[in-house]
């Protein structure tokens, strides 16, 4: 089994940058799961954010990340890296780092696809 534990996250201005991370291990080889990020709000559905190719060459995001967001992994380290820039008080939420077992070369967009997760990091951005 792959265990997730997600870093990172804090409070910040509005505009300010944040970087996540994630760390896996355990077997298979975390190198065989595509990952991804979602972010859970109360009141509202969990929203997908980005996500990433075993490769690291496949990337998604979600529209509203509007070119302020990278995601990014190193395969030696077995981390998976989400790079937030101009944060805005919607990004506030709990970011929650998935993986799963069943790859695909663009990599999936829904929660119900990955059977991995960690137990999140509070990302506050005050206006």
């Known amino acids: 089994q792959v265990q997730l534990e997600e870093s990172g996250g804090g409070l910040v201005q509005a505009g300010d940058s944040l970087s996540l991370s994630c760390t896996t291990s355990?077997?298979?080889?975390?190198?065989?799961?595509?990952k991804a990020w979602f972010r859970h709000v109360p009141g509202n559905e969990r929203e997908f954010v980005a996500s990433?190719?075993?490769?690291?060459?496949?990337?998604a995001y979600a529209d509203f990340v509007e070119g302020r967001f990278v995601i990014s992994r190193d395969n030696v380290k077995n981390t998976v890296q989400l790079q937030m820039n101009n944060l805005r008080h919607e990004d506030t939420a709990i970011y929650y780092c998935?993986?799963?077992?069943?790859?695909?070369?663009?990599?999936?967009?829904?929660?119900?696809?990955?059977?991995?997760w960690g137990q999140g990091t509070q990302v506050t951005v005050s206006s």
């Open positions: 355990g077997r298979p080889t975390s190198r065989a799961y595509n």
């Open positions: 998935a993986a799963t077992s069943k790859p695909t070369p663009q990599p999936q967009r829904e929660a119900n696809e990955y059977d991995f």
């Open positions: 990433i190719s075993t490769s690291g060459i496949g990337i």
